[in-house]
């Protein structure tokens, strides 16, 4: 076992320490509404973003950065989940989104940011990753806040992210089609703010969506998804980290022959890109314990062997490689052909 896959089964062992408790709704009989959809009906385009507050600190002037905020657009498909969506999980309708830009005019790109499962808020990217990108991309940046995470977290919750990604799998699916339409929703803000190219990106859980949006019309100008895929059933069954899920909802009689049939009914894994293979760039580490190399070859080849990245070590050891990714974004970014007229 190499270094990296050895610190993705510590890490995924540590995570017992979070997950205290199981999910509170077994949800599994109310997943009818969202099988078997195309993608386009399973995550619609959302309406344009008519108020989004811009709200910049004394700090933030400092640091060319500012916070967005604006009414998360997503519409719920299970009405029984929609007194949980409305009532107690209110605090997770106002989207918030991070706005770095390196320079007093706004740059020609805007590079959108979709981060991970069980990520606290922005600051640990401002304060490491985002610095190296604003310096060595053409890019300002928007860190999106996924739904149940950060400013986003309901009351009651242990830990952020406790609620996104759960055997409550109503909730988890409404989580990922929320978290889409807010991404799609500030993308085409952004557009109207004046950029000619706004792109997306994620890490882990947000790669996948990431991936998502290439799948839905109108795509992004470019994805470029980190250690991740859309094999979202195999995660459940092989990431250490996703132990919680897999026992709750063994608990409740959905065995694994039982996920892997509503994980394929769902479809994510069958999605395939509108997104051209150029516009692409995948970056995906050769030792992941969640993600398995052999699957993300499997789908990379299924969406036409776009450019492809592959760093060593694992899921969590990624930022050792953040130079390589950074520079290989970069070429990328020169290389990108432009959008054609209509």
Known sequence: MGYGRHLDQVAGGMSRLLHLRGAKHNTVAQLGPYLDLPVGELFPEPPPLTQVKVTRRLVDRALRTSTLTWRSQHQVVCQDYAKRHYGEYARNLTAHARWIRADTAMRRTCLIYVHGWLEPGSWVEEATLFRSWTKQLPV???????????PRNPPGSLFSGEY????????????????????????????????????VTGISLGGSLTMVTGCVSPTPDFIAPIISHLQLQDAVEQAPILWRMKRDLTSWGVDREERHRLFGRLGLASYRPLIERER?????????????????????QAWGEPPILWIPGGHMSFPLSVPKMTERMAKFLEELPARRAG
Do not use: N, T
């Open 164 to 199: 996104f990604w759960s055997a409550d799998l109503v909730r988890s699916i409404e989580g990922v089609r929320q978290g889409v339409c807010d991404v799609r929703g500030i993308m085409s803000w952004l557009r109207a703010q004046g950029y000619e190219r706004v792109g």
């Open 140 to 150: 300002d940046i928007v860190h999106v806040s996924l739904p149940f995470h950060g």
């Open 280 to 300: 692409q760039l995948w970056i995906e580490a050769e030792e992941d314990a969640y993600i398995d190399a052999h699957l993300v070859e499997k789908q990379w």
